[in-house]
């Protein structure tokens, strides 16, 4: 499976942007999927992830209740919206799919990584 991340891009202090993340083809029928992001310097965090028919959501601490992870299957494409962007969000996003029905925060329950979209929120 490969994966496209797209949507990053300057913003202000406030304001929302929306991530996509294109599969290059449907995951099997249990996969979850997940945001992280990596700023200068620092490892890659866990931002979000949802479950396959997105019936279950988890979120960092640092952006619940202003991001929201979503995903549409037919079109194979998982999507973070950002709201109320902060400088703190400033970083390189990385979608990633589950092995198997893993939602959870380690890196390592990742199989397949995108390339990354920056997201650079000034103040």
């Known amino acids: 499976v490969q994966l496209q991340a797209s949507g990053g891009g300057l913003a202000q202090a406030g304001d929302s942007l929306r991530l996509s993340c294109s599969a290059s083809?449907?995951?099997?029928?249990?996969?979850?999927?997940?945001?992280?992001?990596?700023?200068?310097?620092?490892?890659?965090?866990?931002?979000?992830?949802?479950?396959?028919?997105?019936?279950?959501?988890?979120?960092?601490?640092?952006?619940?209740?202003?991001?929201?992870?979503s995903r549409d299957n037919v079109r194979n494409t998982l999507y973070l919206q950002m709201n109320r962007l902060k400088p703190e969000d400033t970083a390189v996003y990385y979608c990633a799919v589950g092995r198997g029905a893993y939602t959870?925060?380690?890196?390592?329950?990742?199989?397949?990584?995108?390339?990354?979209?920056?997201?650079t929120v000034s103040s």
């Open 25 to 69: 083809k449907r995951t099997s029928s249990n996969n979850g999927m997940a945001w992280f992001r990596q700023a200068p310097g620092k490892e890659r965090d866990f931002v979000a992830s949802i479950s396959w028919r997105g019936g279950s959501t988890s979120y960092a601490d640092s952006v619940k209740g202003r991001f929201t992870i």
């Open 104 to 119: 959870g925060t380690a890196r390592e329950g990742y199989a397949y990584w995108g390339q990354g979209t920056q997201v």
